[in-house]
């Protein structure tokens, strides 16, 4: 079950530092989001479709326009790299090649990872216990390269 980790919680109050009394409504959208919960289904139905996404968003939570905008972009950002990961096993595409994005990330150590191949079920590891996605952490905006098998 996917969680909020420090670093991550450090990055999404360094994205939203400009309504910081709304952090804790923002922190439980995106936990949701990674545990398919709550918003999921509204994202999942805009299909990238932001303006109506951050109507709904708005409505849900009562934020603002401006915050339900900024919060359904990361959003949609989690579902879509979760969907691409799930369409590539589909179609039989088991390893990738992290592709990191630059001033995009917020997390540097991604860097030292740029052009590694791994396992897409599982990840890259990171340190002794940890496996690690690309996009998985909230502000990551990393990719997978597929490798096609001929």
Request: aromatic share 8%.
């Amino acid at each position: 079950m996917p969680n909020i980790s420090s670093e991550e919680s450090t990055v999404i109050e360094d994205m939203f530092s400009w309504c910081p009394n709304d952090l804790s409504v923002i922190k439980k959208a995106l936990l949701d989001v990674k545990n398919r919960e709550g918003l999921y289904q509204e994202v999942v139905k805009h299909k990238g479709n932001l303006y109506s996404l951050k109507s709904d968003i708005s409505e849900a939570t009562g934020l603002n326009l401006k915050v339900s905008g900024e919060l359904g972009r990361e959003l949609w950002f989690v579902v879509k790299q979760n969907s691409d990961r799930e369409r590539m096993l589909k179609n039989g595409i088991v390893y990738g090649i992290w592709i990191h994005e630059g001033s995009l990330c917020k997390y540097p150590e991604h860097e030292k990872l740029n052009g590694r191949q791994f396992p897409i079920k599982k990840g890259v590891k990171m340190g002794v216990f940890k496996r690690i996605l690309p996009a998985q952490l909230i502000g990551c905006k990393c990719m997978i390269k597929p490798v096609l098998s001929f």
